[in-house]
Structure formats: C-alpha cells, structure tokens
C-alpha cells in the first residue's frame, strides 16, 4: 500500500502510477531529501515531539541508506512515486515503526521544496566554478594577445582597430555579469521551506530557524504558502543559465567564423575539432555549434518552466514536478559546455598575421584620420566629411589611407602634414585608445588585473560556501 494509502481502497492503476511517478528524475535528489530528513528528525527530538532514542535510530537509518545508495547498492522503486517516499519506505522497511515517526510535522510539498532548493544552491558553485576556471583562461589567453591589433566589428563590418585581447576580455566581462547574477540567486534563495507542512504550517512546537540553519539556510520562509509553492528562484536560475548560455553562443559564433578560412584568426586543436566522413579536408569547429545549438535547449528549459508556472493557484499544484527536469537539464547542460568551451579557448592557436592584415583593410582607422583633422582645429562633421571623401576615392582605387601621398590627403584639406601618418598606423591607432575601457595596453592590463583579482575574490568565497 502507498504511504499515502489510508483513504484508499483501490490500487492505483499501473499507467496511472507511472504517469505521475517522478523517480526517474527526482532520485538525484537522494542526498539532500536524506540530510533534509536528519535535520528534520533531529529537530524533532529537540522539541521533544519524538523521542531522542527514535531520533538517533531514525539518523543512523538514513545515514546508511545515503552510504548504501553511493556504493550503488540501493534501487529506486517505481511504485513509491518519488525519492521521498522511496527513501521513507527503505527507512521503515530497516528500522521498523520509529521510520513512521520521521514524517511527523512535514509534508512531501515542503520536502520536495526543500530539496530542490538544497541542490539548485550546490550546483550554482558548480557552474560558478566553471565560469572561474573560464575567465582565468581568458585572462591568460589576453596578457599574450594585448599587442594583437585585429579590426573590431559592427554589423559584421570591419570598424575600427582593437586588440585580441580587448575582444576577449569583453567576453570575461560579460562570465562576470553571470558570476555575480548566479550569486544573487544563490542569495535570494537561501531560505528555508522546511517547516511549512502541506500549506499551512504545522500544530507541532516546531523550531524552523534549528532546521534552516542545520541546513546551511539564512532563515526559514517567512510564509508557509509562499514556502510550498515558491519556484522564482528556479525559474531565476534558468534564466541566468540562459544568459549565460547566450554568452557562450555569441562567443562559439564568432570562433565558428573565426577559424573559417574566409577569417582564418584561429586554429582549434585537433583535440577540439571534428573531421567529415566524405570530405577529407574538413576541419570542423563541432565543439563550438554543439554549444551555439544546447543554448536553445536551455531557452526551451526556461520557456517551459514559466509556462508550468504561470496559472497555477496557490499553494502547493502537482504541476510543479514538472520544475525539476528543467532545472536539471540547464544545469547539465552548462556544465557539459563550460569545460568543453574553456578547453577549447585554451588550446586554439591564434593567427595575429591575418589579424593584422585583415585589419589593414577596411579603413578601420578613418576615424583616427578625422580626429587628426579635429585635433588641428577641424569641426569633427567637418573633418568626417573630409574623410569620407577619401575613403571613396580609395576604395575607387584599391588603396589604404595609408598610402596616399601627402598631395592626396591635401586635396580634401591643408590640415594634413607628414605626422599623419603615424596617426594613421594601426598599432598606434590602438594605443591611443586609452580611454577607460579600451584597447591599449595600460587599459587591458587593467581589465585583466580586475578580472584576476574577482576570480581570486571569489575562489575565496566559494572555498567558505
């Protein structure tokens, strides 16, 4: 009989009971439902609902299921629905009738809710881990490349002078918007559900704050409905994993077409690439498009647990198991693409000599040429005008603003004289962008030397969390 039985007299139907199980999915949650259970037993005893001598028998129960189920000694059965039930009926089937008493004051909403949450915060330092170990190989592959002039795009367009390591650090800027967003969900969620019954609480002299702090939360839920049926913090979590996931999209792109031979910037290691079964020659960049493809799964994760979530009445729906297997599927999915991106990044061979003639073309430092003109007294619309003009007739005639004459220059404006062209050289155009933010070198050595020192913050923190 279900542990749930005593109203029934009828079994429940075998497709019925498969269609509404969840161990299939929910048996990862083993080892926070079993310490969710200890604290639980163990508060019981302190406020002396069950006795200390059931409470120790019910601890040492678990404590050997939990160590049985991690030697793969244990099987999950169908027929007790979830890990919660499967758990509670292994414990009685151990211990006898103190097993019964564990589920006093508690109820398998509050359980499950608890669960979830445990687990959401033990994988967000897993993720986080990864984005650490990710800038940190961004931030090496930057102090090689701050000297690496390549042309920075806009509409796919060939814009202005930076350098790889500028492009790449934009990239660590953003992992670290994703750092701290999972940080703040981490935070929101760590309060504790436990306690909250069914909807409403319990009649038992219950200590909350004992379980939540046991179980390493900030506070209980302030509201036993909202404990129950609360999952902002998973769909926040999908939502963060999205962003994250649409940052490493971006990026895959832009290796994809970097390592092209129409771009040729990099080579991805042999370890990181794949060949075709036809054709011989076929270098492909396999590792990059799987994780630009996984980024609409996670879409798909988010989308489909806000719209579980979207009608339901308080408190407590069995629409709500459908939150776990999204959560689950985004959390695994970013941390299959982390280690598999971030090996990829270290190993690529950068190409800097086809950077830096890509970069030769394309009138990237047009704009340096204006300036030139504002800084010798030109009005800036005026002096882009100017510029304009010379650019056509370049383009009319397959030359680089740095190789027209002097003569050439002067047909647009008396302004230019021979020290143009040392505005005009690339690897100046790029130095002189020093402004916060930019691409020379005092400025990446800056963004680089703050982004060591957030990881080195954060290695830290998540030693202590």
């Known amino acids: 009989m279900k542990l749930w039985g005593g109203r029934f007299s009828k079994e429940t139907d075998r497709t019925a009971n498969d269609f509404q199980s969840s161990i299939a999915f ?49 099987e999950f059965s169908p027929a007790n629905e979830d890990i919660h039930m499967n ?11 103190a097993g019964k008493r564990l ?5 398998r909403n509050d359980q499950v809710a608890v ?32 000297h690496t002039v390549m042309p920075g795009y806009t509409h796919l367009q060939r814009a202005q002078p930076v350098s790889f390591a500028q492009h790449l650090l934009a990239y660590a800027a953003q992992f670290r918007r994703d750092i701290t967003r999972l940080e703040d969900c981490r935070a929101r969620l760590n309060e504790c559900p436990l306690g909250s019954g069914a909807l409403s609480g319990t009649t038992y002299p219950i200590d909350r704050w004992q379980t939540a702090q046991s179980l ?4 209980p839920c302030g509201n036993s409905m909202d404990g129950v049926s609360d999952r902002d913090y998973a769909i926040e979590l999908l ?71 979207k009608g339901l009445p308080l408190a407590y729906n069995k629409d709500m198991q459908e939150d776990k297997e999204p959560v689950f599927d985004a959390l695994d999915t970013a941390e299959l693409c982390l280690p598999v991106f971030t090996g ?22 047009a704009t340096d040429c204006a300036d030139y003109l504002t800084k010798k007294g030109m009005p800036f619309r005026d002096a882009y005008t100017a510029v304009g003009r010379l650019v056509s007739a370049c383009a009319a005639n397959e030359k680089t603003l740095e190789e027209l004459s002097l003569d050439e220059l002067r047909s647009v404006s008396a302004l230019f004289d021979n020290d143009v062209y040392a505005s005009l050289k690339l690897e100046n155009c790029m130095a002189l962008r020093a402004s916060f933010g930019g691409p020379a070198v005092s400025e990446t050595t800056r963004q680089i030397e703050e982004i060591e020192a957030f990881v080195r913050s954060r290695e830290n923190t998540e030693a202590h969390t």
Not at 36 to 53: D, F, N, P, R
Not at 216 to 219: I, L
């Open 26 to 74: 929910d048996q990862r949650l083993y080892r926070e439902d079993i310490c969710g259970s200890i604290a639980h037993a163990q508060m019981l005893s302190k406020q002396e609902v069950i006795s200390e001598a059931d409470s120790a028998v019910i601890v040492q129960g678990l404590k050997a299921i939990l160590a049985d189920i991690e030697a793969g000694k244990l």
């Open 87 to 97: 758990i509670e009926a292994l414990l009685t089937e151990r211990i006898g009738s």
């Open 103 to 107: 589920h006093t004051a508690r109820s």
């Open 115 to 146: 669960d979830l949450r445990m687990y959401v915060r033990r994988e967000i330092g897993s993720v986080i881990a990864q984005l650490l170990e990710l800038e940190r190989v961004l931030c090496r592959r930057a102090r090689e490349h701050q």
């Open 216 to 219: 390493g939360f900030e506070s």
């Open 239 to 309: 939502s963060n994993i999205s962003i994250l996931m649409m940052h490493l999209s971006r990026f895959s792109e832009e290796v994809i077409l970097w390592c092209s031979w129409e771009f040729k910037f990099v080579e991805l290691d042999e370890a990181y690439s794949t060949g075709s079964s036809i054709m011989p020659q076929k270098k492909n960049p396999d590792m990059a498009e799987l994780v630009r493809g996984k980024t609409g799964r996670v879409y798909g994760d988010l989308m489909g647990l806000l719209t579980v979530m």
């Open 344 to 365: 990829m990044i270290d190993t690529m061979t950068v190409l800097p000599q086809n950077m830096r003639v890509a970069a030769g073309r394309g009138f990237i430092n």
